[in-house]
């Protein structure tokens, strides 16, 4: 269950947030929506990989952390094992207020019934004069990012789709243990189809700034082997 309620002094004075990491803070999770603006940091630790939405009519990026519904890999304990972390985590428990397609400006909302929501312990939201603290701050700035780069993201899957780029994936991974996981239901850049793109395509793709995520996207990939090494430690205990 969640309980968004728009961010403000007068009700938040008080507020506090927990920002170290556990799964009882909500962080065991498999994956995190991440946006194209962010490729080029996310793709130094997670697979990138894209998702049809419910209404079938689009794709959402993601972060991948496990192979399973509510498996963090990257969670030991309260430790997140990587360089960095999907903005869509960062933010945590903050979210944007109003329609996300829409430009107009934003409100900070927050999940009043998060985990994270500090029982008189955690980093404070105001300070005693009511103006937002350094984190808040920083959060706000992070919203502004996700906010952006979600609204970005449009074009670039537009892209995709206008270029047949998308292909689906079939990952079955058998563990030293002899079990097997899979990863079903989700897509990658389709490489072939790239390379056999003409110049006059590739022109637009770069003048529209959607050939780097591409090529991040690309490159992420190569974290899938590493994302069953963890696997394996993990199955090893």
């Known amino acids: 269950m969640t309980d968004h309620a728009i961010l403000t002094p007068e009700a938040h004075a008080e507020l506090r947030i927990r920002t170290e990491h556990g799964a009882d803070l909500g962080d ?32 959402t990026a993601l972060a991948i952390f496990g192979f399973e519904a509510g498996e963090n ?53 105001f300070d005693e004069t009511g103006r937002p603290t350094p984190y808040l701050e920083t959060i706000i700035d992070k919203l502004g990012a996700l906010d952006a780069g979600y609204r970005e993201s449009r074009d670039f899957f537009e892209a995709l789709r206008r270029y047949e ?27 072939e189809k ?8 590739l022109g637009d793709l770069h003048e529209a700034g959607h050939l780097m995520p591409i090529f991040m996207a690309l490159a992420s990939l190569a974290n899938l082997s590493a994302l069953i090494a963890r696997k394996n430690r993990r199955a090893h205990g």
């Not at 194209?36 to 209404?55: A, G, H, T």
């Open 73 to 125: 890999l990257y969670l030991d304990g309260g430790r997140w094992d990587a360089q960095g972390r999907p903005l869509s985590i960062e933010i945590q428990p903050f979210l944007i207020g109003g329609d996300p397609d829409d430009d107009a400006p934003k409100q900070v909302h927050i999940d009043m019934a998060s985990p994270r929501i500090g029982a008189g312990e955690g980093v404070r939201v």
């Open 28 to 59: 065991a999770v498999m994956y995190a929506i991440t946006v194209p603006s962010e490729f080029r940091q996310v793709q130094n630790d997670y697979p990138i990989l894209f998702r049809m939405n419910p209404e079938r009519d689009g794709f």
């Open 194 to 201: 790239l390379r056999s793109l003409d110049a006059a395509a």
């Open 165 to 191: 780029l998308l292909e689906p994936l079939i990952l079955e991974v058998t563990l030293d243990d002899g079990s097997t996981n899979r990863l079903v239901g989700f897509h990658v850049i389709d490489e």
